[in-house]
DNA sequence: CTCGGATACGTTAACGCTAACGTAGATTCT
DNA sequence: AGAATCTACGTTAGCGTTAACGTATCCGAG
């Protein structure tokens, strides 16, 4: 509307400087070709007309948009929020800002999520657990420039892969309580369409067909401590012999925890639970939960590391496998070990 | 490259279907003005091409980008997730999507971050506890079309605002406090620079002084679990007296129940802890922990309706105060009362 | 002093989309 | 029948930026 340095755009800072626009942004872009004095005073200006370059427009003209789509399951789930901030943390060191979708477990959200995020053209983006089946997935990919998928893999050429490695994780989790002497172990497993679930389930059943033992009782659930509780309510009311839970994750494994607290059920005397993950709150709750740990933040850090390779064309590798690692705390401990399970302060 | 159907844009699919680009734009945007066949034949093609709409070109020629940013402190305190998905809740059914940022509680990032959502054009701003001074922070948000505080106050022309009411909650848990007869009550304030840690000490010393009691002692710390163990620590070394605690926040509470529980010291018998947000981890530790509770996914839905008031240029209402509720649980509690704190599962 | 090559700029056009305006034909009204 | 209105489109231009290319000036080497 004011005519004068109204739009506080490049062209008004060219003028006011007596140079050309192509000048101005060569300048504000440190690209030199500029005189000391053409560069000084360009910068003072734009700075008095309190000038932001328009991103948006740059991002049409160059075809880049310096925006990251980040897609998680919930992010009230505290494994996600770790992950975040280490993908916040090297996207930010290398000019990138995250534009961040919740999913709250919906295929057909996802897939919407997806096709926004394309629209925003983004210039790459990280699935985190996606639910959609593997064509659709694919599919959904196609228009991207980039893209990882944490918890999923797909052909290479697709998206990039960051995996944990749920299968040989859940056989150390199982055999862990086999050890222990647990022979009536049942599974808590999360959400059916979880590919991660699944291969949770393949790498118990191994472990247990390994000793010659009964594949373990499996309920799914939603992916947080209700839906632990649940599960946990279900498996317990209908085989109270139940003597160790293996969970999907660790906000299952307190929600069984829970469930056993308000039954009078004693941890891990009667039943010793364990989750996946290593969320912090598990160090937090009484009894402490037994967990296979993975860095979140490592990975993503990772994650956007391999997007960003991907992003400027270097495939350098396209599949990082996470091995997840035992930490044994108070729910899965013999009892004169859990004794000297305390926390120390100095 | 590809000149026949290679950038699946607009012009694309008007030369395929034998109309204009403006055609196309209209029926792709619902807006009519089309024969039904005309209409059909566009849809089939856009589908088949796969065209997504480039999102950045409408934001340069409308300068609308269907971009909200959000601005958090820590999205690893579980506080701000449950902000965020009532943001994102609204902002979704609204059009919007959201980029996130972290400020990882430092001033500088603040303002930084703040510059590169202008440069984004975001169509508005949601700062979530800020800790910027007044001025820069008035200053930092001149070039935006809307913005929302959380828990901050600026000139209502310069942004609305959502504050929790931390003054009459402190002074509500410090009552808590003194009913129970607890006299020797100290303080782990939080963040020097945080707003709400200064209302929360106002609270906490008036509520002391109407009754004749000595203002507590206070230690600032980070807001988060370490921060308050750490606190704790120094409040208990130099005054082993002390017989109850008021927290920042409900991390900074629980890192002080982790450092009584280090050094035996029995909450609530030797000391009370109450805390503040009412984030669910506070029912899952033990002791259970009393808290100023407040319902974090509702302020995030009202922050985001606020703002898209603010977007629409409607300033209906430029302030909104939300009041904590006192929540009991076993940390405050009388030792009677204590007994019966379970959870019950039917 | 002339030429090659820096240096310091300017011009043009295009990224994909749509507001604003224009027009031709069909329909309705008086 | 002529005017007024409506429907279904098309044309033009511009959002803010920058790649690509063009040009003028100056400086030192031969």
């Known amino acids: 509307m004011n005519s004068k340095v109204s739009k506080t ?8 400087a007596g140079v050309s626009p192509m ?10 070709g500029a005189s000391p004095e053409t560069a000084a005073k360009i910068e003072q200006l734009a700075d008095e007309m309190r000038y932001r370059p328009n991103a948006v427009a740059r991002a049409l003209k160059s075809d880049r948009s310096g925006i990251i789509g980040v897609v998680v399951p919930d992010i009230a789930n505290p494994f996600f929020p770790d992950v975040i901030r280490g993908v916040e943390s090297v996207a930010m060191q290398n000019g990138y800002n995250l534009l961040l979708c919740n999913v709250v477990e919906s295929a057909e959200r996802e897939l919407n999520l997806v096709r926004i995020l394309e629209t925003h053209r983004v210039d790459g983006v990280i699935l985190c657990s996606a639910r959609l089946p593997d064509a659709a997935l694919s599919k959904a990919l196609q228009g991207y420039k980039a893209a990882v998928l944490l918890n999923r893999t797909l052909a290479p050429e697709t998206a990039g892969s960051i995996t944990i490695d749920y299968r040989a994780g859940a056989a150390d989790a199982a055999r862990h309580l086999l050890n222990l002497g647990r022979r009536k172990v049942a599974v808590i497993g999360g959400p ?3 590919v991660g679930a699944a291969e949770r389930l393949e790498g118990i059943r191994s472990a247990f067909l390994s000793v010659g033992a009964d594949s373990p009782v499996v309920v799914h659930c939603m992916p947080d401590i209700a839906g632990g509780a649940a599960a946990a309510a279900e498996l317990l009311k209908a085989h109270p012999d139940i003597d160790a839970l293996i969970c999907y994750n660790d906000l299952n494994a307190i929600g069984a925890l829970q469930y056993c607290e308000a039954t009078f059920r004693s941890v891990p005397k009667d039943i010793a639970v364990i989750g996946f993950d ?16 993975v860095d979140k933040y490592a990975i993503g850090e990772l994650c956007m590391r391999m997007l960003l390779d991907r992003i400027d064309g270097k495939f350098i590798q396209h599949r990082i496998v996470v091995r997840p690692e035992l930490i044994v705390r108070t729910s899965t401990m013999l009892e004169q070990q859990a004794i000297s399970g305390q926390v120390d302060f100095a």
Chains 1, 2 share one sequence.
């Open 9 to 16: 755009k490049l062209a008004d800072i060219a003028r006011a």
């Open 23 to 32: 000048t101005v942004s060569r300048v504000l872009n440190g690209r030199g």
């Open 192 to 194: 059916t369409t979880s």
């Open 278 to 293: 290593g969320i912090t709150l598990g160090e937090l709750v009484r009894p402490q939960l037994s967990t296979m740990h």
